[in-house]
């Protein structure tokens, strides 16, 4: 987190900087606009092709570099006396002032692909302002010899769907745009689907809400599959539905398994794994007699579909609860999980899934979760570090497009009207990304997101290679050590390192394993 207060920030002066990264990967730092003796006026920007020494190039059109955005503070997670808060990415600035007294930093994202040779390159980005002297930073760009696979190996689910983007844009919402945002999310290695929709695709129902109506065509589910998407959740029940629609429930959930058979029937089309999709229901409730009667019903009449549920039920399958026969998929909290990691086990012998989350909670100061005034960093470490060292069998998060008190498209910065505050708070929860004016705009806290899955892939690859070589007769006790999350890097979710140069060595090292195993 730049913040705009020079002091406030490590800043370092430096001629050059160099990154190291897999193939399909995207790698970030900033560039910092420091004035120090008058205002920077209209600064621009330009990053080179960056050449290998084999002729290869990583194209300038694969550097993005985009200005920082600031938001004022509302419901902050730590007190501070700053006002401000490095959050949206402005990718629609092409150039910013940043006056004396204060920095301006910009966001710089390299991104190769999975035909990028490996090697070390080289080139520049420089920034122009007016009456002023040039600045060139040497940029080295070192490609590893292996790249993240392009599907998603931690399986995630999130609150997203279509209707704020409508609610923003109107007519401008169309196909196209909305590919974009898929495409968005996908290219941040999220999973194209939302959690609250009544029902994921097809043609909504009397007082029923469609998620995803660009993916009821079974051609544009199947893309994202072929994308790397790998989690679809077909469908939401609670009983506030049947209330709003003022019915009973048992009514209710008549209707409600219409609804789903017209989405499996779209999902089953784009030939999207039944072990690939779950149907969601009672979001964090305690009514477990009430769940287990709708689950029930639910599974029969979809068996093969796994049943996931938020709900405080700590049994996991194995206390003889009144949902243990029919929920799948258990989701706690983060803190939850490992205090219950033992019965978890347990119930994974018995073919029990368990993810985890997070939402307006954890907020202890510690805590790992995605809130603007939290160390960026710590959202990397919660879905990279943390999601590898307990395991989880995926990631839940209940909604990243919130928008609730934003009608219009974020057009104007670095300081912004921004507003990322859904309920109850703290700033950034439920609001990790911004409306743009072409769709959607990325934040600090979403880039580090991407960050932390991306680490995850690197420890999957080095677990994958570790199992081969073992099948091999290869003796690789050495090399698996580094499947062990360092103490030193994260002990527990409130214990753990801030640093990112000690984030990068650990990274560095199990590329260097990885680069090893991948000859033998």
């Known amino acids: 987190n730049v913040l705009r207060e020079p002091h406030k920030s490590a800043i370092s002066f430096t001629e050059k900087v160099k990154i190291s990264m897999a193939r399909n990967e995207f790698e970030s730092f900033q560039v910092v606009l420091f004035p120090i003796e008058k205002d920077i006026k209209c600064a621009t920007w330009k990053a080179s092709d960056l050449h290998s020494e084999k002729g290869d190039v990583i194209p300038a059109s694969d550097i993005s570099i985009h200005v920082m955005g600031y938001m004022k503070a509302r419901k902050p997670a730590i007190v501070s006396d700053s006002q401000w808060w490095p959050v949206p990415i402005l990718d629609f600035m092409d150039s910013v002032d940043a006056p004396r007294g204060e920095v301006q930093p910009l966001w710089v994202t390299i991104h190769t692909r999975e035909e990028t040779p490996p090697g070390l390159y080289a080139g520049t980005i420089e920034v122009k302002a007016k009456k002023l002297k040039s600045k060139k930073m040497a940029l080295n760009v070192e490609v590893w010899d292996f790249a993240i696979p392009k599907e998603q190996h931690l399986l995630t689910v999130w609150g997203n769907v279509e209707q704020p983007y409508q609610a923003i844009y109107g007519e401008r919402y169309d196909k196209q745009m909305a590919r974009r945002m898929m495409d968005f999310f996908i ?209 839940l998060y209940y909604r990243v497009s919130g928008w609730r008190e934003y009608k219009k498209p974020l057009d104007s910065g670095p300081l912004t009207d921004w507003k990322p505050y859904f309920l109850p708070g703290p700033d950034g929860d439920g609001e990790l990304i911004c409306p743009g004016p072409n769709g959607p705009l990325s934040t600090l806290q979403f880039e580090n997101i991407r960050d932390g899955l991306e680490d995850y892939e690197y420890w999957w690859i080095l677990n994958d290679l570790v199992t081969r070589s073992r099948e091999k007769g290869i003796s690789v006790e050495k090399h698996a050590e580094l499947l062990q999350v360092p103490a030193d890097l994260l002990e527990s979710l409130t214990v753990y390192s801030e640093d990112p140069v000690r984030l990068r060595e650990n990274r560095s090292k199990v590329a260097e394993v990885i680069l090893f195993l991948k000859d033998q």
């Open 187 to 395: 290219d941040h290695r999220l999973a194209v689907n939302t959690l609250y929709a009544h029902q994921a695709t097809g043609k909504p129902q009397a007082n029923a809400f469609v998620g995803y109506p660009t993916l009821s065509d079974p051609t544009e589910l199947k893309r994202i599959w072929d994308a790397g998407s790998r989690w679809w959740n077909l469908g939401y029940i609670h009983p506030v539905f049947a209330k709003n629609a003022g019915k009973s429930m048992d009514e209710y959930v008549q209707d409600f398994l219409e609804m789903l058979k017209e989405s499996l029937r779209v999902a089953d089309s784009a030939g999207f794994p039944r072990s690939n999709m779950t149907i969601y229901l009672f979001d964090e409730t305690k009514d477990f007699n009430q769940l287990a009667d709708v689950a029930g019903k639910v599974k029969k009449a979809f068996p093969g579909i796994p049943l996931m549920t938020t709900g405080y039920d700590r049994s996991y399958g194995v206390k003889g609860g009144p949902i243990d026969d029919c929920i799948d998929i258990w989701c706690p909290l983060t803190p939850r999980f490992v205090e219950d990691w033992e019965i978890i086990k347990q119930g994974r012998k018995l073919g029990k899934k368990v993810w985890w989350y997070v939402c307006c909670v954890p907020h202890g100061k510690n805590d790992l979760n995605f809130f603007c005034q939290f160390p960026a960093i710590r959202s990397r470490l919660l879905m990279g570090a943390a999601a590898w060292k307990y395991q989880p069998d995926g990631f």
